[in-house]
């Protein structure tokens, strides 16, 4: 059981702090408390003094002058170096049974500030920048200034990894096992009472600092056990487990290197490791994996935060739970954190791994399953202005997607042929693909929504259920008799063209006209065109929501209603939903479009052959001022290379987007669209993004 392996670990615990380094660093303990029960100090707005510290005795003069200044109305008594005064932090309790008090070292942000560690957390300010103004203060009574959240971790890697990610705003107070907590949680003294009221004041005495907005309490996966005594101490702290790979997290905790960060769950005494030894940790592991699976179905405030997207779970789910939204420069900065590399001894530790993966994979499936039912399709928090984003702060997102010469993939696959080359990895392309149900791989699309890069996203449950409606006859009816306007092409090639623009321009013909069909006789000219080459006459219907009489589209695909969620990123820039249906063949020239655009494929399939706006130099664009600008002078099926030399230097990436699935396509990228058979697809724009437009702007389309 749970308990009985807990208690196995605290007693793992007990052994490591009753060893030779335990009683170092236990002794080292008492001597700062005794250093600090001598040191004067001040009194903290909202705390209450100890009354048998008597401060007029020890130094009548500048301490009376500084209570006076804090606490009275004397402000200008107060000495210059004090006068901006942050706050208070608690670094050691002495001995939890026998005492209310806590040691509070007063924080001295000015240095951190001139030079800003890499990691500001709670042991940075105790090294650093205690001021000589320690002092002993009750903390029983005291309520939270602002929100705290707790995060367990089963490795030195996780904690370290949750630290750098939280410690990137410098208003997270970020504590990893914060002495006097550990002490007050692992007081065999203590009265039930008693170690509830200090907790309670712990707790809160993290937030009495101007400099901070929230606090972040870090603790080893071995107190789990204490879960029960957090939750009745702060009834509205979110709890978070950290979950690493089991290698990882069994690798950590009978790790016996000699410095630590906190002897975890089963962490060896000073003997070897042993067989024994490991077979306790593997079953501390799976019970800590069984105790958070529960915690999941009985308390509303628990997350599991996968290692691997950690920063994308932790704004996804646990920021809003605090009502967190970190600023741009912030949020930037805390999805492009990386893990750093962490050697795990999995041929060593695989006979043991194994045992844990079904808990492993239990736990994650109950945290999906929470997700999923609590708030439905993820919504992703970024800037009300996404588009005013500094792209500056973003990194580049090269090397992915993997780029192969536009030359190759043109030569390799004739876009005049609509027959899907026997090429292996042609379906599955080098864009990523995410399981959107998956809520660990809908984190992971969700970062490189972010960063603006394209992926593919498959198993949307509303997506699919469209897919499955949207038979002939289904759509037959919903069109009806009445008659739509239909672009014709005298070949298969379909390039867009602004008839405002060729108003002005009297010679340009366009390479399409305009006619009226019912969605019935569309479709048998498109069935039609299943057995005709690419110099017959095609078909192309392109429809929207927005009309009275096609409103039914949006009610069909509500992942897109404008409102925000994982698909529309900003409603505001939302102009409905746009509908295309092509037959085989059917080619849409290579051009950009400046929105965000999610592009869901609803019946057949298409070829994609997308760029990076990086390439717009290298692709003969017509200019804005020309009927069919943003759109290529080439005709890509049959590229005269010695005329496009350019072009030869231009690097693209190839997908079959197929029913069911749906392609972000971010602003700015050129794509160059294929039909291979009888198709639908919709798709719709959110807003505007900033990342990539630079590349436009040199290329002669913007004027910013």
Aim: charged fraction near 20%; hydrophobic fraction near 40%; glycine fraction near 6%.
């Amino acid at each position: 059981s749970f308990h009985q392996a807990s208690r196995q670990a605290m007693a793992g615990l007990t052994r490591e702090l009753s060893s030779r380094r335990g009683r170092a660093f236990l002794l080292l303990s008492c001597l700062l408390v005794c250093a600090l029960l001598l040191i004067p100090g001040i009194a903290i707005p909202g705390m209450r003094a100890d009354p048998d510290d008597d401060i007029t005795e020890r130094e009548p003069s500048r301490l009376q002058q500084l209570w006076q200044g804090l606490a009275g109305p004397a402000a200008s008594a107060v000495p210059a170096a004090h006068t901006q005064t942050e706050g208070h932090v608690p670094i050691a309790v002495a001995d939890p049974s026998q005492t209310d008090s806590v040691a509070m070292c007063d924080v001295d942000f000015a240095p951190l500030r001139a030079t800003p560690p890499a990691e500001l957390m709670l042991g940075s300010l105790a090294a650093r920048s205690c001021t000589s103004d320690v002092r002993i203060v009750r903390v029983l009574g005291l309520e939270a200034r602002t929100a705290v959240s707790f995060l367990f971790y089963t490795s030195t890697a996780a904690a370290a990894h949750a630290a750098t990610v939280l410690s990137v705003d410098q208003g997270n107070l970020v504590a990893i096992n914060s002495p006097p907590l550990m002490a007050t949680l692992l007081c065999a003294a203590c009265t039930t009472e008693h170690r509830q009221a200090l907790l309670r004041g712990l707790i809160a005495a993290h937030t009495y600092t101007t400099r901070y907005a929230r606090a972040f309490l870090l603790l080893p996966s071995g107190l789990v056990g204490k879960l029960d005594l957090i939750r009745e101490a702060c009834p509205h702290c979110p709890v978070a487990l950290v979950l690493d790979p089991p290698a990882l997290a069994l690798t950590s905790l009978i790790s016996t290197s000699p410095e630590p960060l906190l002897p975890g769950p089963c962490h060896t005494p000073d003997t070897a490791d042993s067989t024994d030894m490991t077979t306790l940790c593997v079953a501390t592991l799976a019970a800590i994996y069984k105790t958070f699976q529960g915690q999941l179905a009985s308390h509303t405030g628990t997350f599991i935060l996968p290692l691997d997207t950690l920063a994308v779970a932790l704004v996804e789910a646990l920021f809003p739970a605090i009502k967190y939204t970190p600023p741009d420069g912030v949020l930037a900065a805390m999805l492009s954190s990386r893990q750093a590399g962490v050697p795990i001894t999995s041929d060593a530790m695989s006979e043991f791994t194994a045992v844990l993966t079904e808990a492993h994979t239990a736990l994650l499936a109950a945290a999906q399953q929470q997700h999923q039912s609590s708030s439905g399709p993820t919504v992703f928090p970024l800037n009300p202005k996404p588009e005013d984003l500094d792209e500056a702060r973003i990194p580049s997102y090269l090397p992915y997607p993997r780029l192969t010469p536009l030359r190759q993939l043109l030569d390799a696959w004739s876009p005049d042929d609509p027959n899907i080359p026997n090429t292996p990895g042609i379906y599955e392309g080098t864009l990523q693909r995410f399981d959107f149900s998956n809520v660990t791989q809908r984190s992971q699309a969700a970062l490189l929504r972010y960063h603006e890069v394209p992926f593919i996203l498959t198993n949307i449950p509303e997506i699919l259920a469209v897919r499955d409606l949207w038979t002939d006859e289904y759509l037959t009816h919903r069109f009806g008799s009445s008659f739509q306007r239909v672009h014709k092409s005298s070949d298969n090639h379909f390039p867009f063209f602004s008839a405002a623009v060729a108003r002005n321009l009297p010679d340009y013909k366009p390479h399409t006209s305009l006619v009226e069909m019912t969605y019935a006789g569309w479709l048998e000219a498109a069935h039609e065109a299943e057995d005709k080459g690419p110099d017959s006459p095609h078909y192309y219907f392109q429809t929207r929501s927005t009309g009275s009489s096609h409103m039914w589209i949006g009610k069909d695909i509500q992942i897109f209603d404008p409102k925000p969620s994982f698909f529309i990123i900003d409603p505001k820039g939302n102009r409905g939903i746009d509908c295309r249906f092509g037959s085989r063949g059917i080619i849409a020239e290579a051009h950009y479009d400046g929105g965000r655009n999610f592009i869901a494929m609803l019946k057949g399939a298409k070829r994609y052959v997308i760029l990076p706006p990086e390439e717009c130099p290298n692709l003969y664009m017509y200019p804005r001022s020309h009927p069919e600008g943003r759109h290529a002078m080439k005709d890509w099926s049959k590229v005269d290379w010695a005329d496009a030399p350019k072009m030869e230097n231009a690097g693209a990436i190839q997908v079959i987007l197929r029913a069911g699935e749906v392609l972000y396509l971010p602003s700015y990228w050129f794509h160059y669209i294929q039909s291979l058979g009888v198709s639908a697809q919709c798709n719709s724009r959110s807003g505007f993004s900033r990342r990539g437009r630079k590349h436009l702007v040199d290329c002669g389309f913007y004027d910013d």
